[in-house]
C-alpha cells in the first residue's frame, strides 16, 4: 500500500494563476479531506468529502474548489492562487464508521508546499 | 464548537529530560482524543488516542490520559530523545456524528539536545 499521496511536493506560483493539488489514496477509505498547515495556526480543514460526489466545506473554504468523481481521488483546485494561499496542504483519508466512541485513525500525506509570489 | 488549546512552543529539552505538554479541550458531548507527531519534513502521524473519559493512550513511551473533569489530555514521557525532536498536535474528533473531522490545537514544537 502507498498510503496517501500528494503531488507535487512543491510548488511557486504568481498571483493569479491556478493550479491542482493533487490526493490519493489506496486503502479503499471513503472520507478524504484536505488541511492547510500556518505556523501558529495548527492544521485547519478545508473542505471534505465522505464518498464519491460527496463533498462539503470546512472551516476555511474560500477560495478553493474540490470535486470527488472517484474513491481513490481528491484534488484540491485553487482558481487564482492569492498571497494568503501560501501555505503547507496536507490531504488525509480514513473509514466512516457511525455513532459509538470509535476512532478511526486519519492517514496523512506528505504535504504539498505552496508558495504564491 | 470544538476546540483544542494547547500549550505554547517551543520546548527545548535536554536528553533523559522529562517531556509534558499540555492539553485541554472545548467540546460538546464525548469527544475522542488524539496526538498526532510530525516529525520534520513530512506529514502528521498517530502517536496515541484515548477514545473515552480515564483511558490512557500509550505508544513509543509517550502517555496521555483522558480527563473529563479538567478536560485535559496531556501528553507525557519520562525520558525523552533527540529522535523525539518534533512538531506535536493535540486533536479530537466530536462522536456524536461527524466522528471523522479533526480539530487541531496549534502545535508545539519540542526540540530533544544531546
Known amino acids: 500500500n502507498a498510503g496517501v499521496t500528494q503531488t507535487p511536493k512543491f510548488q511557486v506560483l504568481k498571483t493569479g494563476q491556478s493550479m491542482t493539488l493533487q490526493c490519493a489514496q489506496d486503502m479503499n477509505h471513503e472520507y478524504m479531506s484536505w488541511y492547510r498547515q500556518d505556523p501558529g495556526m495548527g492544521l485547519r480543514l478545508i473542505h471534505y468529502?465522505?464518498?464519491?460526489?460527496?463533498?462539503d466545506q470546512g472551516e476555511v473554504p474560500n477560495g478553493y474548489n474540490v470535486s470527488r468523481s472517484t474513491t481513490e481521488d481528491f484534488p484540491l483546485r485553487l482558481l487564482s492562487a492569492a498571497p494568503s494561499q501560501t501555505s503547507v496542504y496536507f490531504c488525509?483519508?480514513?473509514?466512516?464508521?457511525?455513532?459509538?466512541?470509535?476512532?478511526?485513525?486519519?492517514?496523512f500525506g506528505p504535504g504539498t508546499r505552496l508558495t504564491v509570489l | 464548537g470544538n476546540s483544542v488549546t494547547q500549550m505554547e512552543g517551543p520546548v527545548t529539552l535536554s536528553e533523559e529530560a522529562f517531556l509534558t505538554i499540555n492539553c485541554t479541550y472545548t467540546a460538546t458531548g464525548y469527544p475522542s482524543l488524539f496526538w498526532y507527531v510530525q516529525y520534520p519534513g513530512e506529514g502528521l502521524q498517530l502517536l496515541l488516542k484515548?477514545?473515552?473519559?480515564?483511558d490512557k493512550g500509550s505508544n513509543k513511551g509517550f502517555e496521555a490520559t483522558y480527563r473529563k473533569e479538567t478536560t485535559s489530555f496531556h501528553l507525557e514521557k519520562g525520558s525523552v530523545q533527540v529522535s523525539d525532536s518534533a512538531v506535536y498536535f493535540c486533536a479530537l474528533t466530536y462522536s456524536g456524528g461527524s466522528n471523522y473531522k479533526l480539530t487541531f490545537g496549534k502545535g508545539t514544537l519540542l526540540t530533544v539536545n544531546p
Open positions: 484515548a477514545t473515552k473519559a480515564d
Open positions: 488525509a483519508s480514513t473509514t466512516v464508521r457511525s455513532g459509538g466512541s470509535s476512532y478511526n485513525e486519519q492517514f
Open positions: 468529502s465522505v464518498g464519491a460526489g460527496i463533498t
